[in-house]
């Protein structure tokens, strides 16, 4: 299976991806370090593709540009048969960022997702201060729908970092804790194709 963009390929996660993202850059700001692709032994990259296909309510996939170089994956999560939902989640090489790839990855997959799957709404959830991703999102037609705080994953951050102050409305420190806002934002076919029918 391949869902072709127009610079852009989208398969089924291989086993083989994951080893290539071995190669990506990493993420200088201290905020996005959480999309790093994390250092693993052979071992555990196996185990972590087995985890992530081996489940019936989940569907992860590889992302390849026109050079065929792999710039990312997404998975589609808590997949609900008879409401026609799931959860999205998409993580790019921080050496393909601002090229505007994302926009594409998510008009082409989501086309798929709605037509050949059949799907009626999708979901995700993005961090406040992840202002490049939230823009993106918001121009293909997801609208926020609530937002709630979570423990921030590094508990260790430097608060004197220029990342951070530039975002600092975006956090609450509460005791010894470090928190975050985080957007829920939801797009449903109807919105999807009003929005694209507009652009085109």
Avoid: C
Avoid at 45 to 74: A, C, T
């Amino acid at each position: 299976m391949e869902i072709k963009g127009r610079r852009v390929t989208i398969r089924e996660l291989q086993l083989e991806d994951v080893f290539e993202m071995r190669k990506w850059g990493k993420h200088e700001n201290p905020l996005l370090e959480d999309y790093n692709f994390p250092d693993m032994t052979d071992r555990e990259i196996r185990l972590w593709y087995k985890m992530k296909v081996n489940s019936m309510f989940n569907k992860y996939y590889g992302i390849r540009n026109e050079h065929n170089e792999l710039i990312g994956y997404m998975g589609i999560k808590g997949i609900k048969i008879f409401r026609r939902e799931a959860t999205l989640g998409i993580v790019l090489d921080p050496n393909h960022v601002n090229q505007g790839y994302g926009t594409e990855i998510l008009d082409t997959f989501l086309n798929y997702y709605f037509t050949q799957m059949k799907m009626r709404k999708m979901i995700l959830e993005v961090a406040e201060f992840n202002k490049r991703a939230y823009r993106v999102y918001e121009k293909i037609g997801f609208k926020p729908v609530g937002y709630y705080l979570d423990e921030f994953f590094n508990q260790n951050l430097d608060l004197t970092d220029p990342h951070y102050l530039a975002e600092k409305s975006s956090f609450v420190i509460s005791g010894e804790k470090i928190y975050n806002y985080i957007y829920k934002m939801v797009l449903t076919k109807k919105r999807f194709f009003q929005l694209k029918n507009t652009r085109a």
